[in-house]
């Protein structure tokens, strides 16, 4: 890793500022962090008390060594990018497949992190045979034998389910603002069934509610976020439990007029609102879309190594978020790159290391980030 630049320096010395008043083992110590790990959780007085994380394939873990040792190098706490989901991991009604699951979370415990499971319940990554066989009679026994088995399975090495993934969808016109999803067809009530089972089937993990496009200053994000807050309390006011709010974290570089690419006050009330319902927050699939910006690389790499640190800044300031998970650590593994994709066809460079796995701007603002949160 060579000199840091001009811009490195820069935001380099305002992260400093914030550490002075530690003691000089401890400064020395976060300082010479140079992996995200160190600088989030050292075991050191000077830890921030953080998790640092990304989604995993099981195949990438597998079948690329490199790769798993920059995951074990970087991270203290994994996710799985799909092994955990429903289709995957229940193919048939009385079938279940664990090795993808088992051998992510065994790479996680072999090399001292932790784990969050994703997801019980979402409107995608459902099975084929969730269609023909679900019906309004049997939908919550499917649900509660899946919580139970899928969550029996690892209980107590979960440190938090994202119980229920992306169930508001204001623009479909249900009340409550509810996503008209194939869950919500069958057994309106789903959310309530899912927290209460995932509660007694594993005690003590954290219970997540998970959802994207909450993060931005525009009009549909501000409906999301009331939504997902209403939400909540009437889950409160109903004794169902729930412990935290994962903020995916799908961000966008280049500003839009609408304030849909812009992060600033409306998500830190959110997270401010959120707080003050006794529920933690976790950023949870963090990675910075680059597909508004001009192909030229240097110039890709600054904006979104600006966003990150920008939303980095905003985000971890709250010290009720325990984890910052990334949707991915290389640009040789990332969703964005089929969902979405940029229109001249250029890879997309959205997370801390590039697809021959070095460091990038991206990576250098999200250390300087974790270098400078104050301490949990
Ligand atoms: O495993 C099958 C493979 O057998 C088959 O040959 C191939 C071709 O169709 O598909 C493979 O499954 C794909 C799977 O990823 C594994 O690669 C699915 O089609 C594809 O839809 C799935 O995409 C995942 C998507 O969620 C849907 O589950 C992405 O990898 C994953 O990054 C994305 O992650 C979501 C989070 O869970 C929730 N928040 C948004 C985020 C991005 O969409």
Not at 17 to 41: E, F, G, H, K
Not at 116 to 140: D, I, M, S
Not at 291 to 306: C, F, K, M, W
Not at 364 to 371: P, T, V
Request: glycine letters at 6%.
């Amino acid at each position: 890793m060579g000199l840091p630049t001009r811009r490195q320096f820069l935001s380099q010395t305002a992260a400093t500022a914030s550490l002075a008043a530690l003691p000089i083992r401890a400064l020395s110590q976060i300082q010479s962090a140079t992996t995200l790990r160190a600088a989030a959780a050292s075991e050191s007085a000077a830890s921030r008390g953080l998790l640092v994380g990304c989604c995993v394939p099981a195949r990438a873990l597998r079948n690329d060594p490199a790769y798993a040792a920059l995951v074990k190098q970087q991270m203290n706490i994994l996710v799985a990018e799909n092994e955990f989901k429903f289709g995957p991991i229940h193919p048939q009604p009385t079938t279940f497949f664990f090795d993808d699951a088992d051998t992510i979370i065994d790479f996680a415990e072999q090399n001292g992190m932790k784990m969050r499971g994703h997801n019980f319940v979402w409107h995608r990554a459902l099975p084929p045979w969730f269609a023909t066989y679900v019906t309004p009679q049997n939908a919550e026994q499917v649900l509660v034998n899946h919580i139970e088995t899928v969550g029996g399975r690892y209980k107590g090495r979960i440190h938090s389910w994202d119980v229920v993934n992306e169930a508001i969808q204001v623009s479909d016109g249900l009340p409550n603002g509810m996503r008209n999803s194939p869950w919500q067809k069958v057994l309106p009530n789903y959310i309530d069934i899912a927290f209460r089972t995932a509660r007694r089937v594993d005690p003590h993990a954290l219970l997540t509610y998970n959802d994207y496009d909450i993060e931005a200053e525009d009009a549909a994000s501000t409906a999301k976020r009331a939504a997902i807050l209403d939400l909540v309390r009437g889950m409160q006011q109903r004794g169902v439990p729930i412990d935290a709010i994962g903020i995916q974290s799908h961000i966008h570089a280049g500003p839009k007029p609408d304030g849909s690419h812009t992060y600033g006050p409306a998500l830190t009330q959110f997270m401010k609102d959120v707080q003050s319902l006794g529920l933690k927050l976790m950023l949870t699939e963090m990675d910075v879309n680059d597909r508004d910006i001009p192909a030229d690389i240097p110039t890709r790499d600054a904006a979104v190594a600006d966003l990150y640190s920008s939303y980095l800044r905003t985000t971890l300031a709250n010290k009720n978020v325990l984890a910052l998970l990334t949707w991915g650590i290389t640009d040789k593994y990332t969703w964005l790159n089929h969902e979405g994709a940029r229109k001249d066809g250029q890879p997309e460079r959205s997370l801390p290391f590039d697809a021959d796995l070095k460091p990038k701007p991206a990576f250098f603002a999200e250390l300087n980030a974790l270098k400078s949160a104050p301490r949990r």
